[in-house]
């Protein structure tokens, strides 16, 4: 189990990096902005309520290994593009949903197979997309030089093809044939089997749960301004004068940091005084990723004045420790509040309030730049709505959901004298009830002896004087004694 339990985490560490392949690189204002975001969705959009209600029913391999085709189909279409709308329906489409069959399956497989090291496995798991943005911006400019962009996208939906070997790792804890052979052999009434209710596809119930709700409206409000940065950040570095190469070594540092700061940052989760309290490290994750969003717009506005590449590089460190934890602990907190059995349909319903926000946020501060033509102006209003996010969390968090006391069962004593009077209390009871067992079984023996058997001695000694001739039986029914 352990083996397998690592083997499951080597596949979605894998599915990140090659998610992440068709998701980040250096993009020009709103129009092309779009054409980015649009994978993003897809992969957030369908991977919600149509993910959920499939791994329900199929379970998370197969779900996996046709997402595996659909993408890399994607991407070989797009090579075979005549225009920026077939792009769009191939890649942002077909490579989407693609994408998204395989994100979700991944993250409940980890959910079913880790209890105690889940935080690590979470941050090892979601490690698998900064290795992808380090290693994206060099691959694509090789790509395009040797083979054209046409051939970058060949070569593209090849390599996602590995997603098939991965989700083939997605061994299920339980095989189903066994499990129906046990249910066919158990006999059950008719009335037994109406009782039983069946699987629900897509559990709606998660909204009956304040936290859950608490979480849904915190990470929407999150989603509007946390992929501003990396989306922007390439192009505001060639708009200020930088060579292509310089500017997208800015997503490869990016990146690195981020690659790190995601198993640093579940180990940390994972501690014993921390866990309990992993929602309020999540909120100062997203505090911390919002300050740096502010503090990067005054650094921006000074970069535009003087051009200055190693602020840029400093505010790019400090997005990737901050986007880290905040991609570590997303998914670690949301399986913390509805726990294993409903991680499936949870999942699914937030992917879907967080795509409707990443339709709004990355494509609204494209727009707001050709309108202002100011890089401080996004990156202030995508810092403003990340720190909006970390405070009603860690505040809804504080005042609404309260953890319960453990309270010992009724039938156990609450303190020690209560212990020490059941225990005196038990020993006579136990004295007592001997002798209430030995009066109650002869009482029983008396109603069980027959009448026949009741006997007056006199009547024995009478019927013993009289004399009997030889042979005669006695008529009285007594003699049988």
């Known amino acids: 189990m ?61 779900v996996m290994m046709v997402g595996g085709l659909f993408a890399s189909l994607g991407m070989i279409l797009s090579s075979f593009a005549t225009s920026i709308i077939h792009i769009y329906l191939t890649t942002g489409v077909i490579t989407g949903l693609g994408l998204a069959l395989n994100f979700q399956p991944s993250l409940i497989m980890l959910n079913r197979y880790f209890s105690e090291k889940r935080p ?33 996208f060949l070569i593209l939906g090849g ?27 158990k006999e059950q009434s008719p009335e037994e089997e109406k009782m039983k209710a069946k699987p629900k596809l897509l559990d709606f119930s998660v909204f009956k749960d304040c936290g859950f709700v608490i979480y849904t409206v915190a990470a ?32 490869t540092i990016l990146g690195f940091v981020d690659m790190f700061a995601r198993p640093t940052c579940g180990v940390i989760a994972g501690l014993k005084w921390v866990r309990p309290r992993c929602v309020y490290l999540f909120s100062f994750a997203m505090l911390f990723n919002g300050i740096t969003d502010l503090i990067g717009s005054q650094v921006s506005a000074c970069s535009s ?39 499936s349909s949870a999942i699914g319903l937030v992917l879907l309030m967080e795509a409707i926000a990443v339709l709004v ?24 709505e990340v720190v909006l996010s970390a405070v009603v969390l860690a505040t809804c968090n504080f005042l609404f959901i309260k953890i319960a006391p453990e309270v010992k069962p009724e039938g156990n004593a609450v303190t020690d004298d209560s212990e020490a009077n059941a225990c005196s209390r038990s020993g006579e009871g136990d004295e007592g009830e001997e002798e209430e067992d030995e009066e109650i079984g002869a009482d029983r023996m008396e109603e069980v002896r027959p009448t026949s058997v009741m006997v007056n001695s006199q009547e024995v000694e009478r019927f013993l004087k009289e004399p009997q001739p030889n042979g005669s039986m006695a008529a009285s029914p007594e003699t049988c004694l």
């Open 2 to 62: 352990l083996d397998q339990s690592w083997l499951i985490l080597t596949g979605t560490h894998l599915l990140g990096d090659s998610r992440n392949r068709t998701t980040a690189g250096g993009r020009r204002r709103r129009k092309v902005c779009f054409s980015n975001v649009l994978t993003m969705p897809h992969r957030l959009l369908s991977a919600g309520p149509l993910c959920s209600i499939l791994v329900n029913r199929f379970g998370c391999r197969p």
């Open 120 to 152: 690590l496995a979470n941050g090892l798991s979601a490690a698998g997309s900064p290795v992808a943005l380090c290693c994206l911006s060099p691959l694509g400019q090789v790509l395009q030089y040797h083979y054209g962009w046409r051939g970058g």
């Open 159 to 185: 390599i996602l093809l590995n997603c098939c070997v991965c989700g083939a790792l997605m061994k299920p804890l339980v095989d189903p044939k066994k499990v129906k052979k046990q249910d066919h052999n």
């Open 220 to 251: 929407s409000i999150m989603v509007l301004g946390l992929f501003v940065p990396p989306v922007f950040v390439v192009s505001y570095a060639k708009e200020l004068g930088n060579e292509d190469t310089k500017s997208a070594l800015l997503l």
């Open 305 to 343: 004045r003087s051009k200055d590449y190693p602020s840029l590089v400093v505010f790019c460190i400090f997005f990737g420790i901050s986007y880290g934890m905040v991609g570590a602990l997303q998914f670690e907190v949301l399986m913390t509040i509805v726990g294993t059995e409903k991680f």
């Open 361 to 384: 946020g990355p494509p609204g501060a494209g727009r707001l730049l050709d309108a202002t033509h100011n890089y401080m102006t996004i990156f202030l209003l995508a810092g403003c």
